[in-house]
T-cell receptor, first 116, second 112 residues
Framework: DQQVKQNSPSLSVQEGRISILNCDYT??????FLWYKKYPAEGPTFLIS?????DKNEDGRFTVFLNKSAKHLSLHIVPSQPGDSAVYFC???????????????FGQGTILTVHP | ETGVTQSPTHLIKTRGQQVTLRCSSQ?????VSWYQQALGQGPQFIFQ???????GRGNFPPRFSGLQFPNYSSELNVNALELDDSALYLC???????????FGQGTRLTVV
């Protein structure tokens, strides 16, 4: 039962353009969502997160949007840079203010390639 | 913040054997979680330890077990290895249960 789904295995964009990575979830108990970036031979690195009480969170070039009614979130990267090329995972947790922060449910990942 | 280290980086074991993977948490972190990432999949939560006690477990059989030591380093033990246990095993530590988790680089386990 895949509770967090990233339906696009890969995405290719031109440098300077916008990258949009999508994620859908089925568990309505999820109340905290995170995006991680992973380079080969490294562990996932935290990028940005959003609580279910918000619908948008920005950090520099990265913006995460949450649509709770659609159970959908997206990560926007503007402008995209070649160094952004990596695997991006969305993750979700229940009770982020309590005891579940480290118990993350991940999507399958999307490979982003940014071409110069 | 970084500093979560895992050992070994690569390991090859035979089906039926037992394996121990190690994780050294970042200084000051008292919570550690373990994840299994199969090829082409996202990481799956195995279990979490908080102050040496198990604090939640994912959908993994009992042959997956763990320990957390007083210095908050941790071990993941897998008994009776199966071919499907071949994966990248990730350790993540955090300052407390409800704070951001930082991942190590992982241990690549191959079962033949």
């Amino acid at each position: 039962d895949q509770q967090v789904k990233q339906n696009s295995p890969s995405l290719s964009v031109q440098e300077g353009r916008i990258s949009i990575l999508n994620c859908d979830y089925t568990n309505s108990m999820f109340d905290y969502f995170l995006w991680y970036k992973k380079y080969p031979a490294e562990g996932p690195t935290f990028l940005i997160s959003i609580s279910s009480i918000k619908d948008k969170n920005e950090d520099g070039r990265f913006t995460v949007f949450l649509n709770k009614s659609a159970k959908h979130l997206s990560l926007h990267i503007v402008p995209s840079q070649p160094g952004d090329s990596a695997v991006y995972f969305c993750a979700a947790s229940v009770g982020a203010g309590g005891t579940s922060y480290g118990k993350l449910t991940f999507g399958q990942g999307t490979i982003l390639t940014v071409h110069p | 913040e970084t500093g979560v280290t895992q050992s070994p980086t690569h390991l090859i074991k035979t089906r039926g054997q037992q394996v121990t993977l190690r994780c050294s948490s970042q200084s000051g972190h008292n919570t550690v979680s373990w994840y299994q990432q199969a090829l082409g999949q996202g990481p799956q939560f195995i279990f979490q330890y908080y102050r040496e006690e198990e604090n939640g477990r994912g959908n993994f059989p009992p042959r997956f077990s763990g320990l957390q030591f007083p210095n908050y380093s941790s071990e993941l033990n897998v008994n009776a290895l199966e071919l499907d246990d071949s994966a990248l095993y990730l350790c993540a530590s955090s300052r407390a249960i409800n704070t951001e988790a930082f991942f190590g680089q992982g241990t690549r386990l191959t079962v033949v």
